[in-house]
């Protein structure tokens, strides 16, 4: 079956300029992670400052026994103190471990931003990154969804996991190549949406276990939404603390 995604380069009379001021949501699904949070939080206020862009942070969490709940609210208090109006936080608490791809499913239905953005808490996509993606959607009116891609010639992917999660990766990938997705990374975990597009797909997202880009990826073909695959870097840092060995065995089979 011929590929149904299209490319932006394909389309006739793209615009490249948008002056129209966008709002951006950033959906992270967290869970136990208190030790980072403050300062991760911290970086990504600072980071806004060098941007005319107002920011929705949705963080999902998963119940945790540590203290992450407090941090998060102590960094929202922060934020209400200095009278910061780029930034805001809002916390979507999961009352059962749901796991990675449905707290983005939670966090998809929930995004009010003209730019959709998914990815992780430690910023293992640098910030820098995720600002190329929100550039990419405001240039190109016409573009649905941006998949970033970890595995280019221009932008190496540093890596700290243990060879057995790059063998589970490389596994699932096998088993999903004859789907032909549009990308050499459909298991990336940074994705930028407008949300239009959002609009378009959420109702059909059927996202479970750890990986949520292929289901995504299917639903966009269906429904004959844009793409644009990026070069991103990746800095793989602190292992997650969702067990992902069953995760990736639930993907598997």
């Not at 026994?65 to 809002?90: F, G, M, V």
């Not at 808490?121 to 190109?140: C, D």
């Not at 844009?226 to 870097?233: A, G, N, S, V, Y």
């Amino acid at each position: 079956e011929r590929n149904r995604f299209q490319s932006c380069r394909e389309r006739p009379g793209m615009s490249t300029t948008n002056t129209t001021a966008m709002t951006a949501s950033f959906i992270v699904p967290v869970k136990n992670e208190a030790a980072r949070m403050f300062t991760n939080l911290q970086d990504l206020e600072f980071f806004l400052r060098k941007f005319p862009l107002q920011m929705e942070l949705l963080l999902v969490m998963d119940p945790s026994p540590d203290a992450t709940e407090e941090e998060i609210l102590k960094y929202q208090k922060h934020l209400q103190e200095i009278q910061n109006d780029q930034l805001s936080i809002r916390l979507l608490k999961n009352k059962h471990s749901l796991g990675r791809s449905r707290s983005v499913a939670e966090g998809l239905q929930q995004a009010t931003g003209d730019v959709i953005l998914v990815g992780s808490l430690g910023w293992s996509v640098p910030l820098a990154e995720v600002f190329q993606t929100i550039q990419e959607i405001l240039l190109t009116p016409n573009l649905d969804l941006v998949i970033g891609n970890r595995h280019t010639s221009r932008k190496k992917r540093t890596a700290h996991r243990s060879s057995w999660y790059w063998t589970l990766e490389n596994m699932l990938k096998e088993k999903l190549a004859p789907e032909d997705f549009p990308t050499q990374d459909p298991l990336t975990p940074f994705l930028g949406f407008r949300k239009s597009a959002r609009d378009k797909i959420k109702a059909d997202l059927n996202l479970k276990g750890w990986f949520y880009s292929p289901d995504i990826l299917r639903t966009a073909r269906k429904r004959g939404l844009i793409l644009k695959e990026i070069p991103i870097l990746s800095q793989d840092q602190q292992p997650s603390k969702i067990p992902l060995f069953k995760e990736y065995l639930r993907n598997l089979f």
